[in-house]
């Protein structure tokens, strides 16, 4: 991997300067989201699980929760459209992306950075190829070329029959590929673009889902 003056102090300084800056601009929104997981469903606020970070080593990470909380501890580590595990606010957050916000304090806390590629659970990392565990060269991301690509990953799941399956076997591996080629040539440059885009499918998600659907009657 290319180590430049970017990647070992100026993404770090991005990190800090957005993530905080997000907290602050977002704060609203954090407590609203907050509110509505604890007022509509039993269960704590956050969801925290294992994951693998930079080096291969384990980091917790939050998010809101947005599964019943009897089911947040279920074997299955993936979650396709329509799960029924979802809470109705919980749909709103995963559609949104707004349950993703709390990871802002994972990244000041230095376990992620604002872009980078997406930490799985260390029940699949562990079975990477040697090629696959160069994306541990950088901190995992909030956000990054591999999760804008598979933005709809969970519609994509929704229409499978064995889901895990098909997650290792064709899903991971083409994001892995693509994470493995953005972690060879970590730029500012990259990094603010995949920050707007991913900023964009945000708005795009949101003002979807404001839109009343073409079969909601008009009385």
């Known amino acids: 991997m290319t180590r430049t003056f970017y990647s070992r102090v100026g993404k770090r300084c991005l990190d800090v300067a957005g993530a905080f800056s997000g907290l602050i601009f977002l704060s609203p929104i954090l407590l609203i989201a907050a509110l509505a997981v604890k007022l509509t469903s039993r269960g704590p606020i956050f969801f925290r699980q294992v994951r ?45 992306k707004a349950d993703e916000l709390p990871q802002l304090f994972n990244v000041l806390a230095g376990n992620m950075s604002l872009v980078g590629p997406r930490p799985e659970v260390p029940q699949y990392t562990e079975k990477y190829t040697e090629r696959q565990t160069l994306v541990f060269a950088m901190k995992p991301g909030i956000t990054g070329p591999a999760a ?5 990953e969970e519609e994509l799941l929704a229409a499978r029959t064995d889901k895990e399956s098909f997650y290792l076997t064709s899903v991971l591996p083409a994001k ?18 995949l920050i707007f885009a991913t900023m964009a499918t945000i708005v795009l998600k949101v003002s979807e889902l404001g839109r009343p659907s073409l079969g909601s009657s008009a009385g």
């Not at 804008?148 to 709809?152: E, F, I, L, Q």
């Not at 892995?176 to 673009?193: A, F, G, H, K």
Request: glycine share 8%.
């Open 52 to 96: 693998t970070g930079q080096f291969g080593r384990p980091f917790m990470i939050c998010k809101f929760r947005t599964m019943n909380a009897s089911n947040e501890g279920s074997n299955s580590f993936l979650t396709a459209d329509g799960d029924p595990r979802i809470t109705p606010v919980g749909k709103w957050l995963r559609k949104s």
């Open 148 to 152: 804008n690509a598979y933005a709809h």
């Open 176 to 193: 892995l590929e693509i994470d493995i080629v953005y972690c060879e040539n970590v730029r500012l440059t990259e990094d603010l673009r």
